[in-house]
């Protein structure tokens, strides 16, 4: 970048008068304390005989720029990402644990099992890589803080038991987030397993068998007894094709920081998934509000590597702090810069904390619509029973003003969660309450997220509430 005069012939070793000099030569009248452009350095240090190495330092806007534009000739087929979810007791847990015991990359039989948040398997000598946090709290936290890391879902669940609450909750977040989803049928050793009821139940979701004319994949399975989890898979790779994931594995290394933690003797080490290049012992890495060298690299076998490649989880040691999931993960040129981001992203992040927010509320919808930011409004609906639900959920989603839709994402009878807030902040939607109002956990997220909950009495209220606040015509709440 520019530098002043002073600095720079400091640098090249001259005297400054003599390098004001060459510069008036060259027709730029500068003084010791100006700054010159890369353009002058490089044809005085020509001058001079020397070869500039120029370091632009890499802003954060042209960081996205470049990891964005990746050329596609340089794209490689990458591994899928694939995450479990389900209703609990539906044997994700069991699946999770299942798939690993039975196919642990051949390369690494012998070496012991490291829970590291993510591991790889080897299927007909294809590697997929497993997030093992069951369940769709980890999955929507990541996504709240930007992060795209599932390709797709595995959703679990019980041939005794059918569709649960959480099942559809996570079918919810997974429609959310555009993941597709592959309905594993658990538990058909047992007696009283029912998998017909599954596949009817889950029909009214939008996942339909292609039997009877969907495109949802379904895979009977035992996870306790270790049946049909090869034809999971062999779903699993099949979904992955259709999807042609690809990365750059010589791009500039980046990814997702799966699960951090302090330990007592090796300091700050995170999880990451690389998304994209090639993560190497030695790089220089920006995680979130967190920067240092690999000083170490491990596998979930508990293995020492020198580099991971995309779709690769891997445990890193070397950050000068613990970042948190999902946080992004990118490697820098230099350590200067890499410090001078962290610090740019800490008082940014103070900032942003003090100004308001720019999640959607009702009070300021109307201006988020006027500037354009939103054209459809998702809502979360939870209601003391299901008939109010369903009632609400009719007269919400006839709702039109001015070509502005009202979109409910997720619906359910019972109190708000701290799931139902944590998927409000991932999709940028409110929640609407019903004769019901948020458990403490819920009012605290909601308050940390600022994720906007509205609580009623009268159907009536609700849906002129929305109306007036998509009209710009909503009271203050004082
Ligand atoms: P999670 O809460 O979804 O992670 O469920 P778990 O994996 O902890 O399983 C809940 C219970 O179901 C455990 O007692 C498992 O042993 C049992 N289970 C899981 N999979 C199966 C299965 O395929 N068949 C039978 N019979 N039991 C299972």
């Given at each position: 970048?520019p530098?002043?005069v002073?600095?720079?012939?400091?640098?090249l070793?001259?005297?400054?008068?003599?390098?004001?000099?060459?510069?008036?030569l060259?027709g730029?009248?500068?003084?010791?304390?100006?700054?010159?452009?890369?353009?002058a350095?490089?044809?005085?240090?020509?001058?001079?005989g020397v070869?500039?190495?120029?370091?632009e330092?890499?802003?954060e806007?042209a960081?996205?720029?470049?990891?964005e534009?990746?050329?596609?000739?340089n794209l490689k087929?990458?591994?899928p990402?694939?995450t479990i979810m389900?209703h609990?007791d539906?044997?994700k847990?069991?699946?999770?644990?299942?798939?690993r015991e039975s196919?642990?990359?051949?390369?690494?039989?012998g070496g012991?099992?490291?829970?590291?948040?993510?591991?790889?398997?080897?299927?007909?000598g294809?590697p997929?890589?497993?997030?093992d946090?069951p369940g769709h709290e980890?999955?929507?936290?990541?996504?709240?803080?930007g992060?795209?890391?599932t390709d797709l879902t595995?959703?679990?669940?019980a041939?005794?038991d059918?569709?649960m609450?959480?099942?559809?909750e996570a079918i919810n977040?997974?429609?959310?987030a555009?993941v597709?989803?592959i309905?594993?049928?658990n538990?058909i050793?047992k007696p009283?397993?029912?998998?017909?009821r599954?596949q009817q139940?889950?029909?009214?979701?939008?996942?339909?068998p292609?039997?009877w004319?969907?495109?949802t994949?379904?895979?009977?399975?035992?996870?306790?007894?270790?049946?049909?989890l090869?034809e999971l898979?062999?779903?699993?790779l099949?979904?992955a094709?259709v999807?042609?994931?690809?990365a750059?594995?010589?791009g500039r290394?980046r990814?997702t920081?799966i699960?951090?933690k302090?330990?007592k003797?090796?300091?700050?080490?995170a999880?990451v998934?690389?998304?994209?290049g090639?993560?190497?012992?030695g790089?220089?890495?920006v995680?979130?509000?967190?920067?240092g060298r690999v000083r170490?690299?491990?596998?979930?076998?508990?293995r020492?590597?020198?580099?991971a490649g995309?779709s690769?989880p891997v445990e890193?040691q070397?950050?000068n702090g613990v970042?948190s999931?999902?946080d992004?993960?990118?490697v820098?040129?230099d350590?200067?810069?890499?410090r001078n981001?962290?610090?740019k992203?800490?008082?940014r992040?103070?900032?942003?904390q003090?100004?308001?927010?720019?999640?959607?509320?009702?009070d300021?919808?109307?201006?988020?619509?006027q500037?354009?930011k939103?054209?459809?409004?998702?809502v979360?609906v939870?209601a003391d029973?299901?008939?109010?639900?369903e009632?609400?959920v009719q007269?919400?989603?006839?709702i039109d003003v001015?070509g502005?839709r009202?979109?409910?994402i997720?619906?359910?009878a019972?109190?708000?969660?701290?799931?139902?807030?944590?998927?409000?902040?991932?999709?940028n939607a409110?929640?609407?309450?019903?004769?019901v109002?948020?458990d403490?956990?819920?009012?605290r997220m909601?308050?940390a997220e600022?994720v906007?909950i509205?609580?009623?009495?009268v159907?009536?209220?609700?849906?002129s509430?929305?109306?007036?606040?998509?009209?710009g015509?909503?009271?203050?709440e004082?």
């Amino acid at each position: 970048g520019p530098m002043s005069v002073g600095d720079f012939a400091k640098a090249l070793q001259r005297e400054p008068a003599d390098v004001i000099k060459k510069l008036l030569l060259l027709g730029i009248m500068a003084t010791i304390n100006q700054e010159i452009d890369t353009d002058a350095m490089e044809l005085i240090a020509s001058e001079y005989g020397v070869t500039l190495n120029v370091v632009e330092p890499v802003d954060e806007e042209a960081l996205d720029m470049l990891i964005e534009e990746e050329d596609p000739a340089n794209l490689k087929p990458r591994p899928p990402v694939v995450t479990i979810m389900g209703h609990v007791d539906h044997g994700k847990t069991t699946l999770l644990d299942a798939i690993r015991e039975s196919k642990v990359t051949a390369t690494e039989s012998g070496g012991i099992t490291q829970h590291i948040g993510a591991y790889q398997v080897e299927v007909n000598g294809r590697p997929i890589t497993f997030l093992d946090t069951p369940g769709h709290e980890a999955f929507t936290t990541m996504r709240a803080r930007g992060a795209q890391v599932t390709d797709l879902t595995i959703l679990v669940v019980a041939a005794d038991d059918g569709v649960m609450p959480q099942t559809i909750e996570a079918i919810n977040h997974a429609k959310a987030a555009n993941v597709p989803i592959i309905v594993a049928v658990n538990k058909i050793d047992k007696p009283d397993a029912n998998p017909d009821r599954v596949q009817q139940e889950l029909t009214q979701y939008g996942l339909v068998p292609e039997a009877w004319g969907g495109d949802t994949i379904f895979a009977p399975i035992s996870a306790l007894k270790k049946e049909g989890l090869d034809e999971l898979l062999e779903m699993v790779l099949l979904v992955a094709d259709v999807q042609e994931l690809k990365a750059n594995p010589n791009g500039r290394p980046r990814g997702t920081v799966i699960e951090a933690k302090l330990d007592k003797g090796r300091g700050s080490v995170a999880t990451v998934l690389v998304q994209n290049g090639t993560l190497k012992v030695g790089d220089i890495v920006v995680a979130g509000t967190t920067y240092g060298r690999v000083r170490a690299m491990v596998n979930d076998m508990g293995r020492r590597l020198k580099q991971a490649g995309p779709s690769m989880p891997v445990e890193i040691q070397g950050l000068n702090g613990v970042p948190s999931a999902g946080d992004q993960f990118v490697v820098y040129d230099d350590e200067r810069g890499a410090r001078n981001l962290v610090e740019k992203r800490m008082s940014r992040e103070k900032q942003e904390q003090m100004q308001t927010t720019s999640k959607v509320t009702l009070d300021d919808l109307y201006k988020q619509i006027q500037e354009g930011k939103v054209a459809e409004l998702n809502v979360i609906v939870k209601a003391d029973v299901q008939g109010s639900v369903e009632a609400l959920v009719q007269s919400i989603e006839k709702i039109d003003v001015s070509g502005v839709r009202v979109k409910v994402i997720h619906r359910g009878a019972g109190a708000i969660t701290e799931s139902d807030v944590s998927l409000a902040a991932a999709s940028n939607a409110i929640i609407i309450g019903f004769h019901v109002r948020p458990d403490v956990n819920a009012t605290r997220m909601a308050e940390a997220e600022k994720v906007d909950i509205r609580l009623y009495r009268v159907i009536y209220n609700v849906i002129s509430e929305l109306e007036s606040a998509m009209k710009g015509m909503l009271e203050p709440e004082y």
